[in-house]
């Protein structure tokens, strides 16, 4: 397969080709996907023939997105510019035996999670009851819901409408009704409900998950489990979220044991997205 950087020699500055990312998402299918990729600013001026190339390698995508924003909003969402190809940026995107009808411009999804969704799918076990905050469109509860049948059932709450439309049609999608039950709203708002219902709590959203923490502990059973994922700076990876996770479990009376801990992404030069598993025991 033609490589992008030499795919673009001619087509711009030879100095500004050492900038081309090496990497880039695809989210989607064969049957049509999206490429979504970062650039320098030099670079941006030739965004058409960088979505050319990537389009050229990579037959299956009709539209290139090119990041123009940090995370914005209450939804956390990424202004995506449409550079090249399809103005129609919705998606089926297939990872493990599952499908997720999206739209990358209107809701958050990583296909570079899909082994970490798997990851914690693995460890579900049968006739648990499992809540997953920051759901999305849901790809967390349908993986663990198709990964571990045996599930009670998998609770998927999320504040973004688009994002939850697309979850409740992907649940259709992959026939997980009665086994994935997907919520509109603010945890805050929604959680409180729910308290001492669940087995395992998930909480995939790395940027101010532990605002939620205290929320999380008092959804769980007498005994449970929550995977909490945090930002955190090498070489110190896991000490700040073990320390948020015992702190919160010392304010409500409970015994907190880490269980786990793995680094998920890289998120800037020295930066990571982390996940710290804790044992709770009210």
Request: glycine share 6%; aromatic share 8%; net charge positive.
């Amino acid at each position: 397969m033609a490589r992008l950087k030499d795919l673009l020699k001619g087509r711009i500055p030879d100095k500004l080709l050492q900038l081309v990312p090496r990497s880039f998402d695809i989210v989607g299918s064969r049957m049509g996907s999206v490429a979504i990729v970062e650039l320098p600013d030099e670079v941006k001026p030739y965004a058409v023939e960088v979505a050319k190339a990537i389009m050229s390698i990579h037959k299956n995508v009709k539209s290139v997105l090119v990041k123009a924003s940090e995370r914005l909003g209450e939804y956390r969402l990424r202004r995506l510019e449409l550079v090249y190809g399809d103005e129609d940026t919705e998606v089926f995107h297939r990872e493990h035996g599952c499908v997720f009808k999206l739209d990358p411009r209107r809701v958050y999804f990583s296909p570079r999670e899909a082994t970490e969704r798997m990851r914690i799918a693995r460890m579900v076990s049968p006739g648990e009851r499992v809540l997953v905050m920051f759901s999305g469109v849901c790809p967390y509860p349908i993986t663990i819901a198709k990964t571990q049948p045996l599930v009670e059932v998998v609770y998927g709450v999320e504040l973004n409408p688009d994002a939850h439309r697309y979850c409740v049609e992907n649940v259709r999608l992959n026939k997980v009704e009665g086994k994935v039950v997907p919520l509109p709203g603010d945890v805050r708002e929604v959680c409180p409900s729910m308290e001492g219902m669940f087995d395992r709590v998930v909480m995939p959203l790395p940027k101010g998950a532990y605002m939620f923490l205290d929320l999380a502990i008092k959804c769980l059973k007498h005994r449970g489990v929550i995977h909490f994922y945090h930002w955190a700076k090498e070489p110190d990876l896991f000490s700040e979220a073990e320390e948020l996770l015992k702190k919160e479990g010392e304010r409500q009376g409970c015994k907190v044991k880490i269980v786990g801990r793995r680094r998920v992404l890289p998120y800037a030069p020295r930066v990571w997205k982390v996940r710290v598993d804790a044992a709770v025991e009210k």
